[in-house]
């Protein structure tokens, strides 16, 4: 997943600092769902991007059951997903 931020650091911590766990609360059409996410890499918006900030790029490490199901949910439905087999 990637996320786009308007700063690598809060204060002091980096976003994507070694053994950084991010916990985020993403909205969906069908309610919320939460999950811990482990950043791998970030690279910073050049400024002549319609946004300015950085993208990290992050894998979910954990995600309760229900979440997982309504995150699953959401993926089949975007356009051009294609079923799997």
Sequence with gaps: M???VPAIR???H???GEDRRLRIKLELPDGPVEMLMAPI????LEDNQAVNGYVIGARIVE???SDRVKF???????P???PTA
Excluded: F, H, N, P
């Design 10 to 12: 809060i204060g002091e």
């Design 41 to 44: 890499r970030y690279e910073s």
């Design 14 to 16: 980096y976003l994507t």
């Design 80 to 82: 051009g997903k294609q």
């Design 2 to 4: 990637a996320l786009v």
């Design 63 to 65: 995600m309760t059951d």
């Design 72 to 78: 699953d949910k959401y993926i089949k439905g975007l």
